[in-house]
T-cell receptor
């Protein structure tokens, strides 16, 4: 079974530019999550999709961040325009059922550096 | 406002000895706790979990202890192996039960 795939693995962009991160969950996993780790800090929840619907986006930092999940399959996270404080590692995770008890599977993350 | 705290940024132990990683939480609504292990350039990998109705859960070399009155949990690894060297994250969930709140992580180094 293929795991959660994220790309790119690294992205370096200038402040003010736009970047789009992509996540392909495990096939059949309706639940998809985005998390972010800013250097030296904890991994923080951004949002949760159930199929194509946003179940909870309370962790999204501001309206420069836009997440979509087309057809309930892959998801994209767009940052526009990027700011220096957006630098960090963005993780995607998926699960068959919602709930921490079902054990998310995380992708390897996208390391975003805004210069 | 950190709701899950891992106060030790790093821990170094000898191979074969016990590793004890600690985690404290402040939110009384948390009812499920997990430990994740993370190697460089990889995503977190689920290790072991415990529900608030239990005070201990064991899986091979890994045991998690939960002290609800102290709002404290710990992960014991016995015996520690060099391959256990990684960053360990404590995480908690509650209420909606799908959002994880993580600590900052503890870097464990097991020396041969």
């Amino acid at each position: 079974e293929a795991g959660v795939t994220q790309f790119p693995s690294h992205s370096v962009i200038e402040k003010g530019q736009t970047v789009t991160l992509r996540c392909d969950p495990i096939s059949g996993h309706d639940n998809l999550y985005w998390y972010r780790r800013v250097m030296g800090k904890e991994i923080k929840f951004l949002l949760h999709f159930v199929k194509e619907s946003k179940q909870d986006e309370s962790g999204m930092p501001n309206n420069r961040f836009l997440a979509e999940r087309t057809g309930g399959t892959y998801s994209t996270l767009k940052v526009q325009p990027a700011e220096l404080e957006d630098s960090g590692v963005y993780f995607c995770a998926s699960s068959l059922q919602p709930g921490a008890g079902y054990g998310y599977t995380f992708g390897s993350g996208t390391r975003l550096t805004v210069v | 406002d950190q709701q899950v705290k891992q106060n030790s940024p790093s821990l170094s132990v000898q191979e074969g000895r016990i590793s004890i990683l600690n985690c404290d939480y402040t939110n009384s609504m948390f009812d499920y706790f997990l430990w994740y292990k993370k190697y460089p350039a990889e995503g977190p990998t689920f290790l072991i979990s415990i529900s608030s109705i239990k005070d201990k859960n064991e899986d091979g070399r890994f045991t998690v202890f939960l002290n609800k009155s102290a709002k404290h949990l710990s992960l014991h690894i016995v015996p520690s192996q060099p391959g256990d060297s990684a960053v360990y994250f404590c995480a908690a969930s509650g209420g909606s039960n799908y959002k994880l709140t993580f600590g900052k992580g503890t870097l464990l180094t097991v020396n041969p």
